[in-house]
């Protein structure tokens, strides 16, 4: 279709993008092409030549692209938390505070993080903040995706992401948000790349991503609108 704008979204947002594609294309007749990776996967597309029409990054990811030219503007679409998931049916340990959180962590066989997105190397740091690098090191596996995926299929007992991602697995339980101690807030942000050949569409795109209309389908999605 000549009428097409292309969509380079995190797979923290990859939910919502999915879900307002259709609404989109139909509105404007047009064709939404979209590409998922993590955010320093995206990253490192668009340093290898990648083009696209819209970025839907973290938010730190996306100013670095708009301080390089590649990007006009930035507007802020989410805010995300990090949370644990384990295998549908399976018991939820409590992780309620700091130190149940360690506790849970300590006792579980086996868990599993992203490598290159916002949650996965935040929780390593994390993990070595606790002084429990040494005892995880041996039971954790680093594996970029839906890491509840590793979860869902018993690889791993605890599977640690943003909440907007660990919802994309269907055999997996949420047992909730780190510790408010703990947390940290990631920022999912969109722009307009400084190359697109369909602006007018890609700022329209943007506009419906942050719309009223849109708030509720991102709090459905495990966020919360920015």
């Known amino acids: 279709m000549a009428n097409t704008i292309r969509v380079l979204s995190s797979l923290g947002t990859r939910e919502v993008v999915e879900a307002i594609a259709p ?9 939404v092409a979209r590409v998922y990776d993590s955010s320093i996967g995206l990253l490192q597309r668009v340093a290898d030549g990648e083009t696209a029409d819209v970025a839907v990054f973290t938010a730190a990811a996306l100013d670095g692209i708009i301080a390089q030219g590649k990007v006009v503007g930035r507007i802020d ?4 938390f990090v949370g644990i998931a384990v295998r549908k049916g399976a018991p939820r340990p409590d992780i309620g505070t700091p130190e149940k959180l360690k506790q849970a962590l300590l006792a579980a066989k086996s868990l599993a993080h992203s490598k290159t997105g916002a949650s996965g190397i935040y929780f390593a740091s994390l993990i070595d903040r606790l002084g429990l ?4 090191k041996g039971k954790t596996i680093v594996r970029d995706g839906i890491v509840a995926n590793i979860a869902a299929s018993g690889e791993a007992e605890l599977a640690v992401q943003q909440i907007s991602e660990l919802m994309q697995s269907p055999g997996i339980d949420i047992v909730g948000p780190l510790p408010d101690e703990l947390q940290q807030v990631t920022i999912f942000s ?4 400084t190359g697109s050949a369909q602006i007018g569409l890609a700022e329209a795109f943007v506009a419906h991503l ?4 849109t708030a509720s389908l ?8 920015a």
């Open 190 to 193: 969109a722009g307009v790349f």
């Open 210 to 213: 942050v719309s009223p209309a």
């Open 23 to 31: 609404d989109f294309e139909r509105e404007h007749s047009c064709a």
């Open 218 to 225: 991102i709090r459905a999605k495990g966020m919360e609108p």
């Open 133 to 136: 690098g040494d005892a995880l």
């Open 77 to 80: 679409v989410s805010r995300s």
